[in-house]
């Protein structure tokens, strides 16, 4: 399991997600990004910033 807060990237954001993958998290990011924080296009750098953030379910 992985896991992201988005307060990481977003201060004061405190979302946080869990999911079996990488690939899981960002998708989870990604719908996140668009509800809550108005985004239509999410730019590679920050999908960069999240990928590197994401980290071992502990």
């Known amino acids: 399991m992985k ?3 988005c307060g990481d990237v977003v201060p ?3 979302a946080t997600f ?4 990488d690939e899981g998290i960002l ?3 990604a719908v996140h990004a668009t509800q809550d924080h ?3 296009d999410i ?4 999908i960069d910033q999240v990928t590197q ?4 379910l502990v």
């Open 53 to 56: 953030r994401i980290s071992p």
């Open 3 to 5: 896991q992201f807060a």
């Open 38 to 40: 108005g985004m239509t």
């Open 18 to 21: 869990e999911a079996e993958s």
């Open 43 to 46: 730019p590679a750098s920050l």
């Open 12 to 14: 004061g954001c405190d």
């Open 27 to 29: 998708d989870l990011v």
